[in-house]
């Protein structure tokens, strides 16, 4: 049968995106939701048939230990509580899909990779984009040679935020968030840099902005601006940015014989591709990207029920993770880091 999941936190990402995608999943469900809310869970709870007793808070978590119906944890909270709740998940026996970014530093993400492992249980980040058929099909374009051995990638991932402060916003809190869009949405490009050219980076430097007098930037990061060099000699200039007013969500990618366009390259839906080669442009679509969501679900739960290999494991989350780091220390110390 399919597997039933506790989604943890109901948040904007949970409602919108998690729980539908768990409900439009064969290998799936949701068995209960988990929230410190006085009245949403039980309007979500009624939205997804679950009973009154499927709806736990934080203070009464443990007992899920106990309920049959839960077999897995979906963990949607802000980003700097992922590791403790991952862990109270995995002590109380379950299966857990953590989103992304996994945590806010390599020490976390080793807890919790360590508390799998203890367990016994599967540990998979909610990377979303290993399972979009536009960033599988720019993945094989790559790996068919289709533009050439690839020279450059240019992405950004940046938006304009709104105007807020650290009483009102966790993604402007240093603890909740670390250093703010890197962690946020600049990782879509670091994941796309991997994932295209197949390697990982053997240098970096990396430079951060963080303006003063502005409370969104109080706490955190406004802008991130990374060039990473890959073995092949590929290098990927990255940039991630909550105060840009030219929003962007692109990967460019040039090789020696062409180039592939993407843009928005990682979103929700409405994914375009472009292959220019010989000067000639043919825009791709090589399928729906809405089918991400529950597919990433199915992975999951047939991992959970076959044993079968989890695509975007606790690994890949602390690689990234440990990668980041490095982006910051670089920063900080205006200097090349080697890796
Ligand atoms: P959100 O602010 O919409 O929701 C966060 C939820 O956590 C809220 O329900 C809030 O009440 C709850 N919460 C519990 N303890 C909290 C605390 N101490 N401080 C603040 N909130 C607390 O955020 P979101 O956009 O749903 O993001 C949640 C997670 O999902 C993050 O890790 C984020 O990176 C990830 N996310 C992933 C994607 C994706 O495309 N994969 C998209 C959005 C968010």
Known sequence: GSVGVAVVALGGYAIGKVMPALAASDRCHVAAVV???PEKPAKVAAAYGLPEDAIYSYDNFDQIAGDDRIEAVYIVL???LHADWTEKAFTAGKHVMCEKPM??????CERMIAASEAAG??????YRCHFEPFNLRATELMREGAIGPIRMIDTAHQYMMGPTNVSENWRVVRALAGGGPLEDYGIYSLQAALYLTGE??????AAT?????DPRFEQIFSTVTAELTFP??????LATSYNAPDGKNMIHVEGENGTLHMSPATSYDGQKMTLTRNGVSEELVPGDPNVQFARMCDHFGQAVREGTTILTPGEMG???VRLMEAIYTSAAEGREIKL
């Open 121 to 126: 249980k599967k540990l998979m980040i909610g």
């Open 103 to 108: 945590a806010l530093s390599s020490g976390e």
């Open 78 to 80: 802000p980003t700097g």
């Open 232 to 237: 092949s000699g590929a290098v990927t200039q």
């Open 200 to 205: 990982m980076p053997v240098s970096l430097k």
């Open 35 to 37: 929230s410190g809310n």
């Open 209 to 213: 902005k963080q303006p003063a007098n």
């Open 318 to 320: 602390l690689r990234d």
